[in-house]
C-alpha cells in the first residue's frame, strides 16, 4: 500500500461515523447515507492529492458529500414530481404513517431546502462553527446566518404546525 493511500486510509477511519451521521441526516434513509458516503469517498480517493491540499480535507470531502446528496435530492424530486402529476385527484396519505420523534425530525429536515438542510445539519447536528459551516458550503458566513435564520423558522413553521396537527 502506498502512502497516498495509507493516509486516505487514516482519513477514512477516522472520519466515516461522522461523514454517515451527517449524510443520513441530510438525506433520512441509512441506505442512501451509506451510498452518499461511498460516492465521496470514491470521489475523494480519486482526487485525494488535491483533498490533500486544500485548507481542510475534512470540509473538502464534506463538500462532496453535501453535492452529492444534493444531486441525489434533485433526481428524487423530479421522479416525485413526475410521480405526483400521475396520481389521481382526492389520494391522501394515511395518517397511521405519521412516526414521532426521529421520524419527525428526519421528516422536518426533509422539507427544508438543500442548502438550509446542510447549513442546520453541520451547524446543529455536526457542531460546526458558522465559519467551519462557511468552509464546507463554501459561502460566506453570513450566508450561514441567513440560510440558518430561514431554516430555523421553516423548522419551526413545521413543528408548530404538527403540534396544531396532533
Known amino acids: ?30 441506505h442512501l447515507a451509506d451510498d452518499l458516503v461511498q460516492e465521496a469517498l470514491a470521489k475523494a480517493f480519486r482526487h485525494w492529492k488535491r483533498v490533500q491540499r486544500a485548507d ?6 464534506r463538500r462532496i458529500l453535501i453535492n452529492e446528496s ?15 402529476e400521475a396520481e389521481p385527484d382526492g389520494v391522501t396519505s394515511d395518517p397511521a404513517d405519521e412516526v414521532v420523534d426521529r421520524a419527525e425530525l428526519l421528516e422536518a429536515l426533509q422539507s427544508l431546502p438543500p442548502r438550509q438542510r446542510a447549513t442546520i445539519v453541520l451547524r446543529y447536528l455536526d457542531g ?36 396544531l396537527v396532533r
Open 56 to 61: 481542510s480535507p475534512d470540509a473538502y470531502v
Open 1 to 30: 500500500m502506498s502512502r497516498s493511500e495509507e493516509e486516505f486510509r487514516a482519513f477514512v477511519i477516522s472520519r466515516a461515523a461522522s461523514l454517515h451521521r451527517t449524510a443520513y441526516l441530510l438525506c433520512g434513509d441509512w
Open 70 to 84: 444534493n444531486r441525489r435530492w434533485r433526481a428524487r424530486r423530479d421522479l416525485v414530481l413526475r410521480a405526483e
Open 128 to 163: 460546526l462553527s458558522e465559519r467551519e459551516t462557511a468552509v464546507v458550503l463554501e459561502c460566506s458566513e453570513g450566508t450561514v446566518k441567513s440560510q440558518t435564520s430561514r431554516a430555523l423558522t421553516r423548522l419551526n413553521r413545521f413543528f408548530t404546525r404538527e403540534e
